[in-house]
């Protein structure tokens, strides 16, 4: 069954970490939306432009299986400034389904608007050291119940394979990965 996963993009995200999620999930057969909080092209952190299938205010009432947030600054901040985006992201850990952040998002995003109140989490290096808690801060990739979060674009493969497994099972991240010559 195909699951429905929503990845927010905003100028400034980064883009190695979104086009890392997108693809990964979209071979494990994902339901992927590319929805942006600003305008449809955005200019990613690193100059590449990415266009999004639809804008955040076309996605606030649909349900989803995952929310996952690229990090990139300031795309971070440009994501946690949409209060339709925190709507949906609260929305979503109150009703136990998944939300993940890698890179800035944990940080700029989950942290700021209590989305990860006493959790294991980690972030970029340097933005993590204000969590509740900090247990985890150096993992390359921390589930705490309903929430997954990662480190950095060095890490965004590693993430993307572990929410597959989230979804889909350890079967089908290991068959990703041997597809794509990936040691999982």
Not at 26 to 51: C, F, I, N, W
Not at 102 to 117: Q, R
């Amino acid at each position: 069954m195909s699951k429905r996963v929503l990845v927010p993009i905003a100028d400034g995200c980064e883009e190695i970490e979104t086009a890392c999620i997108v693809d990964v999930l979209r071979r494990a057969e994902a339901d992927v939306t590319v929805a942006s909080v600003g305008k449809l092209q955005v200019t990613a952190s690193r100059g590449m432009k990415l266009v999004a299938d639809k804008l955040i205010s076309e996605c606030v009432n649909d349900p989803y299986d995952l929310i996952v947030v690229p990090g990139g600054m300031p795309g971070a901040e440009n994501l946690r400034d949409s209060k339709e985006l925190v709507e949906m992201l609260k929305r979503q850990q109150q009703d136990g389904k998944l939300f993940a952040a890698i890179c800035a998002s944990p940080a700029v995003v989950l942290h700021h608007h209590g989305l990860l109140a006493q959790r294991k989490a980690t972030a970029y290096p340097g933005l993590a050291e204000e969590f509740e808690n900090t247990e985890a801060i150096d993992s390359r990739v921390v589930v705490d119940g309903n929430c997954i979060t990662s480190r950095a674009p060095g890490t965004a493969m590693e993430f993307a394979l572990k929410l597959v497994e989230i979804l889909y099972g350890e079967q089908k991240a290991t068959e990703i990965a041997q597809s794509m010559l990936v040691d999982w």
